[in-house]
């Protein structure tokens, strides 16, 4: 069984900056969603098992920086100018994936999820 921990969600201003940590029990592709209240689950960002492939949902692209340090089995979300409307419960996610190169952008692509950290940006 595939076991995701994510960690760093807190309260922040708008403009301010967090990072959360995904640590998964193997390496995979991965990706981070977010759920605001009365809203779908949606993809933030994505990354391939290798890393060398990322993908940035439109309206984070520019603000949000997704990474991963394979030794550690650890994926990462640097967020930055955050804005209120960035206010959810993120999820890492994660998948075996064949394809090394390949990030998976759809949330059905998914067959194991973290537990999910609140972010919360103030105005």
């Known amino acids: 069984q595939v076991q995701l921990v994510e960690s760093g969600g807190g309260l922040v201003q708008a403009g301010g900056s967090l990072r959360l940590s995904c640590t998964a029990s193997?390496?995979?592709?991965m990706g981070w969603f977010r759920q605001a209240p009365g809203k779908e689950r949606e993809v933030v960002a994505a990354i391939s098992r290798s890393g060398s492939s990322t993908y940035y949902s439109d309206s984070v692209k520019g603000r949000f920086t997704i990474s991963r340090d394979n030794a550690k089995n650890t994926m990462y979300l640097q967020m930055n100018s955050l804005k209120p409307e960035d206010t959810a419960v993120y999820y890492c996610a994660a998948r075996a994936a064949y394809n090394i190169h390949y990030a998976y952008t759809n949330r059905a692509n998914y067959d194991y999820w973290g537990q999910g950290t609140q972010v919360t940006v103030s105005s």
């Open positions: 193997g390496i995979y592709a």
